[in-house]
């Protein structure tokens, strides 16, 4: 049975589901996202953590176009993901404060018969494990991903893995690159450019706005809330001190 906390905080994740899909129609007549019902997409994890409460994104596929100046939407892009929340900061204060996630993105460019694997990567949070930035993220394969789009989209074409055999072991130092974090990167990426007209304009601006539903995770690391942290974002902030 799902708790209270959970159940508050799975109904906020459908929301902004919802307003993701709404707003992804407003920038681009071909983009598309499947599946786009939200209870389909998200899942809640029962009994997971005492502490927090966490949920997952099944894989979904974005079906985009390439650039925003492009009238057909050509790639696609498979995500799935896990996002965790303090269940005492909602039960008190109604706020969802990040305490972990993953991302994984992959990218399939679609021809006639072959399906292109051309990027991925994987975005993690680590707060104080040697070497690793805060947010980072690393280059990865994920051909298993198209799977989701054989699924959603009927496409039963071979895979073309160019992304095997690139480095893995480089961890950038990133943003917080939660999924919904994320989909605000394939909607700037991919469906906005600088002859975006009014209403296109105005729909990605609602996606940074609403984009305000939850607390990033920053506050678990004491080093990223220093004075000097909050006026430099160098890369070195994001590393623990070696003990």
């Not at 994740?13 to 996202?33: K, M, P, S």
């Not at 997409?41 to 985009?64: D, I, N, Q, R, Y």
């Not at 991302?103 to 949070?125: E, N, P, Q």
Request: aromatic share 10%.
């Amino acid at each position: 049975m799902v708790d209270r906390e959970s159940s508050g905080i799975f109904q906020r994740l459908v929301n902004q589901w919802d307003l993701l899909n709404a707003e992804i129609q407003r920038l681009h007549g071909e983009a598309q996202v499947r599946p786009s019902d939200a209870y389909r997409a998200l899942g809640t994890v029962e009994g997971a953590s005492p502490e927090v409460a966490s949920f997952v994104l099944s894989p979904v596929v974005f079906k985009l176009p390439e650039r925003a100046s492009a009238m057909s939407a050509d790639l696609f892009v498979a995500v799935e993901g896990r996002l965790s929340f303090g269940r005492r900061d909602f039960a008190e204060r109604r706020v969802l404060a990040t305490r972990e996630f993953t991302t994984k993105v992959a990218y399939f460019r679609h021809s006639a018969d072959c399906l292109k694997h051309v990027y991925g990567a994987h975005y993690d949070f680590s707060v104080s494990e040697v070497g690793h930035p805060v947010f980072h993220g690393q280059i990865r394969n994920y051909p298993e991903l198209a799977e989701g789009i054989k699924a959603h989209y009927g496409i039963d074409h071979e895979v073309d893995d160019l992304v095997k055999g690139l480095l893995k072991t480089v961890r950038v130092p990133t943003a917080q690159m939660d999924v919904f974090s994320l989909f605000i990167q394939l909607c700037a990426d991919h469906l906005l450019y600088n002859q975006s007209g009014p209403e296109v304009r105005a729909a990605f601006n609602s996606l940074l706005q609403r984009s305000a539903f939850c607390q990033g995770a920053a506050f678990q690391v004491p080093r990223l809330v220093t004075e000097e942290a909050r006026s430099c974002y160098r890369a070195r902030h994001w590393y623990p001190t070696i003990e």
